[in-house]
T-cell receptor, first 114, second 108 residues
């Protein structure tokens, strides 16, 4: 397996534009997490899906952020409209539901909003 | 909600020296995981601890789970430049809740 695949690796966009980040989980993993990492706030959980269903989106900062998981092999995180303060590295992580399994992270998408 | 504190937040170590980072929880944990993130990289799983008082070793890294299962430690012996990065602990069941991490720098 190629691991968790995120795209794009880097994204530079202008303020006000829509940004879509993509994640392909490891086959068979039924839990998926979106994280945002910044120097100031560290690693923040944005949303958690289990079996393609959003379970906890309390970390989503505001209505400009939305996430979907239409099937077990694909998830998106959308920001519309984007703002400079959204600049961060966004990670997708997946695991098998249960308390004793490790999480695998994608390589992340570095987003810069200018 | 579950509160996790990692100390110290930063650790600057002379190459060859030992250091320890701690992860403390406000509640009893069922298990704890440790991850390492190299600069510019992504978090990578290191180890999981499940049993009270459990100790596991990975070469120069020693991980320990407290007797009360409320805290854990990571001890690195004879620090090398390859140890540079941020070490996170994770606690939680359905939700991956990470501590703020300990960022380690090494001076040669």
């Amino acid at each position: 397996d190629a691991g968790v695949i995120q795209s794009p690796r880097h994204e530079v966009t202008e303020m006000g534009q829509e940004v879509t980040l993509r994640c392909k989980p490891i086959s068979g993993h039924n839990s998926l997490f979106w994280y945002r990492q910044t120097m100031m706030r560290g690693l923040e959980l944005l949303i958690y899906f289990n079996n393609n269903v959003p379970i906890d989106d309390s970390g989503m900062p505001e209505d400009r952020f939305s996430a979907k998981m239409p099937n077990a092999s694909f998830s998106t995180l959308k920001i519309q409209p984007s703002e400079p303060r959204d600049s961060a590295v966004y990670f997708c992580a997946t695991t098998i539901t249960g308390r004793r399994t490790e999480a695998f992270f994608g390589q992340g998408t570095r987003l810069t909003v200018v | 909600g579950q509160q996790v504190m990692q100390i110290p937040q930063y650790q600057h170590v002379q190459e060859g020296e030992d250091f320890t980072t701690y992860c403390n929880s406000s509640t009893t944990l069922s298990n704890i995981q440790w991850y390492k993130q190299r600069p510019g990289g992504h978090p990578v799983f290191l180890i999981q601890l499940v049993k009270s008082g459990e100790v596991k070793k990975q070469k120069r890294l020693t991980f320990q789970f407290g007797e009360a299962k409320k805290n854990s430690s990571l001890h690195i012996t004879a620090t090398q430049t390859t140890d540079v990065g941020t070490y996170f602990c994770w606690v939680g069941d359905y939700k991956l809740s990470f501590g703020a991490g300990t960022t380690v720098t090494v001076r040669a």
